[in-house]
């Protein structure tokens, strides 16, 4: 399949790498050149821009920050688009942005779906991402070899929309319990317990967790290189706590969730791993650098 893929950050990159070994010629963009050098180096091809990177496609994918990005990168697709195209956004979006784009999208022929993805870095560099997808049921199946390069559990959820409708409950999830973590750690630590220990005990109870397990192990480790960057998660959290505001949905965890952080990017923690949240609760707690 020829594929078209904009955006080659943390995620982005290998995303796109493992495309390349799947088999597929690939056509690459990013706004810095550096970015694109390592696609380069494995053998695809570099356009000068986000319309090049979609013209002459079967399918074209972008992983980028933020709505508006999104947005422009999906206006340039739509100039480039011939018949049959697929335009596919993994980012992490609102789901009333993610609908307003696939209509504009559908008005120039191009069928829209949006599939965010969970799993951080680690997730991308070993194709065993979440994907969650939104839109036909025509366009979910041509984009299918495609995400079936990038990740392990790929669903369907339902039309345009649903993916990132799914993608903001799975950042409630991992927020909370992110934070959920650190607590444990910050509360063992401050009782004069070992953290260790008390992870290790939690493990084997119905208080496990795929991110007592990984994340809390590398809270332990003092390992805070981000995979997933705070100021990703505050933003993330913003887009639920909008959704909810604009439904009149009660989300008093997340809320607060979200406030934490928002602390995270105020306190200038924003560049470090979500995980981070821990050092905050230690510098609120008087219990900086243990």
């Known amino acids: 399949m020829k594929i078209g893929f904009i955006g080659l950050g943390i995620m982005g990159r290998p995303m796109a790498l493992n495309l390349l070994q799947g088999g597929h010629q690939l056509t690459v963009w990013a706004r810095r050149a550096e970015s694109m050098q390592p696609l ?11 319309t090049e990177a979609a013209r002459g496609v079967d399918l074209v994918i972008s992983m980028v920050a933020d709505a508006p990005d999104v947005a422009q990168v999906m206006r340039a ?5 011939t018949p049959g195209l697929v335009a596919v956004d993994m980012s992490t979006i609102a789901p009333a942005a993610a609908r307003q784009i696939g209509q504009a999208l559908a008005s ?12 951080g870095e680690v997730g991308a560099i070993a194709g065993s991402l979440s994907i969650m997808a939104g839109g036909s049921d025509a ?13 392990k559990n790929i669903v369907h959820v339902g039309a345009s929309g649903a993916g990132q409708v799914t993608k ?19 509360f063992a630590s401050k009782n004069g317990v070992d953290r260790s220990k008390v992870r290790e005990a939690l493990l084997g109870g119905f208080a496990y967790s795929k991110i007592l397990e990984n994340h809390g192990q590398r809270m332990l480790d003092r390992n805070f290189k981000p995979g997933f960057k705070s100021w990703m998660h505050e ?10 505001h604009e439904l009149g949905l009660c989300l008093p965890g997340a809320a607060a969730t979200a406030q934490m952080f928002n602390a995270m990017v ?15 609760l230690e510098t609120l707690s008087g219990q900086a650098d243990k």
Do not use: H, W
């Open 139 to 151: 366009a979910f199946a041509r984009a299918l070899p495609a995400f079936e390069c990038m990740g």
């Open 168 to 186: 903001a409950a799975n950042q409630i999830v991992t927020g909370m319990g992110v934070l959920a973590v650190a607590e444990a750690m910050a």
């Open 40 to 50: 380069l180096d494995a053998g695809a091809q570099g356009a000068a821009s986000a």
């Open 235 to 244: 933003k993330d959290m913003n887009i639920v706590m909008q959704t909810a």
């Open 266 to 280: 105020g306190s200038g923690l924003g560049e470090e791993d979500s995980i981070a949240l821990l050092k905050l």
């Open 108 to 119: 120039a022929g191009v069928d829209f779906v949006d599939a965010p993805v969970s799993g």
């Open 77 to 81: 697709v739509a100039t480039a688009a």
